[in-house]
């Protein structure tokens, strides 16, 4: 079974620019989290969606971050405009429930760097 | 809150030698699950093992195990005669079962850096 998809694997951008990371998750699965990992900051939750619905947006760091999920296999977090501050590994994972009981798969990540 | 603790910042071991990596973790609800996660140097997060409160049976794959003792609050994890390809970060990670509502969240612990030298 293919894991969760994550595109692109790089992406390097100009501060200002628009950046848009794409996701697909595991098929049945119907939780998906976007985080964020810096050095400074660890793993950070950003947004949490069950069943293409956004739950818990509070880890999303302002405005200039958005997150979507069209449908049940494909979810993007949008940066506009991106700042250098946001260059980190972005990791999608997916879960098959709402409970905590099972455990979470992610994505190989999307490295962004903004200069 | 839930909090997930990894005293161990990096350790650095010679191939062959055991290793145990510790997780302590704090929770009020008496339902809750910890993970194990790898992070090798290509960067993506493998799961390892899940592992139920109310199980304190302690369980072994191959090199490795992993220690449950609910009365210390640790899931230590043991890897066997280490080997260079073990080099990776490793979270410890909790999440409850309450009915408040966030059982959704994974809270990961800083991760311990674990470097097998050859």
């Known amino acids: 079974d293919a894991g969760v998809i994550q595109s692109p694997r790089h992406e390097v951008t100009e501060m200002g620019q628009e950046v848009t990371l794409r996701c697909k998750p595991i098929?049945?699965?119907?939780?998906l989290f976007w985080y964020r990992q810096t050095m400074m900051r660890g793993l950070e939750l950003l947004i949490y969606?069950?069943?293409?619905?956004?739950?818990?947006d509070s880890g999303m760091p302002e405005d200039r971050f958005s997150a979507k999920m069209p449908n049940a296999s494909f979810s993007t977090l949008k940066i506009q405009p991106s700042e250098p501050r946001d260059s980190a590994v972005y990791f999608c994972?997916?879960?098959?429930?709402?409970?905590?009981?099972?455990?979470?798969?992610f994505g190989p990540g999307t490295r962004l760097t903004v200069t | 809150a839930q909090k997930v603790t990894q005293a161990q910042t990096e350790i650095s071991v010679v191939e062959k030698e055991d290793v145990t990596l510790d997780c302590v973790y704090e929770?009020?609800?008496?339902?809750?699950?910890l993970f194990w996660y790898k992070q090798p140097p290509s960067g993506e997060l493998v799961f390892l093992i899940r592992?139920?409160?109310?199980?304190?049976q302690n369980e072994i794959s191959g090199r490795y195990s992993w220690n449950f003792q609910k009365s210390t609050s640790s899931f230590n994890f043991t890897i066997t005669a280490s080997q260079v390809v073990d080099s990776a970060v490793y979270f410890c990670?909790?999440?409850?079962?309450?009915?408040?509502?966030?059982?959704?969240?994974?809270?990961f612990g800083k991760g311990t850096l674990l470097t097998v030298n050859p």
């Open positions: 929770t009020r609800d008496t339902t809750y699950y």
């Open positions: 592992r139920n409160s109310f199980d304190e």
């Open positions: 990670a909790l999440s409850e079962a309450g009915s408040g509502g966030s059982n959704y969240k994974l809270t």
């Open positions: 994972a997916s879960r098959r429930d709402l409970s905590g009981a099972y455990e979470q798969y």
């Open positions: 098929s049945g699965h119907n939780s």
């Open positions: 969606f069950n069943n293409n619905v956004p739950i818990d």
